[in-house]
């Protein structure tokens, strides 16, 4: 059973750099059929997609293009995690943020079919 | 980008009752594409159905998904207590960027 769990600072200044990580287990960062994920959720702006990496004999990564310019979603191979930052960040970064899981097939996909518990950034 | 409207907003039922939830596209999707989750308070989202009609491992047969082009629905056939929930729509193309509808709230009457 894949499991993944997000840790990092709850509190955040403005300005500075949100950072967070996000532990697999129960399946691997350099799966050739997983794709791995950021998404944030908040009142004011609902769910919405971060970006995402992926191995697929190399590297990619993928972000919210308006977002492009301060994001960076990294794999950390030896710990079988993933951790995104976020800088520059304003009130308006406030949310849950959740680690999610996709898996990318042929037809018919389960889309984002594992995340995390999510965690609550704050910025302020 | 592709938006996808979702209606009700709110839609209030009592146990029992069928529900029909909406999610309009802006433009044309491919049924593979359409996904659907469930929130409950202080949870993630729950995958529910994808390929716009499939349900996902563990997911009871009262939820069906149907639609092709830029209608689909998500129906409840007979609401029990624990579906009283949030519900989103999902575009996952085959390249981001992913989109979620703003989701309807089921509530009970």
């Known amino acids: 059973q894949v499991q993944l769990q997000e840790s990092g600072p709850g509190l955040v200044k403005p300005s500075q750099t949100l950072s967070l990580t996000c532990v697999i287990s129960g399946d691997s960062v350099s799966s050739d059929s997983a794709v791995w994920n950021w998404i944030r959720q908040s009142s004011s702006r609902g769910l919405e997609w971060l970006g995402r990496t992926y191995y697929r004999s190399k590297w990619y990564y993928e972000y919210e293009v308006s977002l492009q310019s301060r994001i960076s979603i990294n794999p950390d191979t030896s710990k079988n995690r993933f951790s995104l930052q976020l800088n520059s960040v304003t009130p308006e970064d406030t949310a849950v943020y959740y680690c999610?899981?996709?898996?990318?097939?042929?037809?018919?996909?389960?889309?984002?079919?594992?995340w995390g518990q999510g965690t609550l950034v704050t910025v302020s | 980008e592709i938006v996808l409207t979702q209606s009700p907003g709110t839609l209030s039922l009592s146990p029992g009752e069928r529900a029909a939830l909406s999610c309009r596209a802006s433009q044309s999707v491919g049924s593979y594409y359409l996904l659907w989750y469930q929130q409950k308070p202080g949870q993630a989202p729950r995958l529910l159905i994808y390929g716009a009609s499939s349900r996902a491992t563990g997911i009871p047969d009262r939820f069906s998904g149907s639609g092709s082009g830029t209608d689909f629905t998500l129906t409840i056939s007979r609401l029990e207590p624990e579906d009283f929930a949030v519900y989103y729509c999902l575009h996952y193309g085959t390249s981001p960027p992913y989109i979620f509808g703003q989701g309807t709230k089921l509530e009970i009457k």
């Open positions: 999610v899981r996709g898996i990318m097939v042929a037809g018919p996909s389960p889309g984002f079919d594992c």
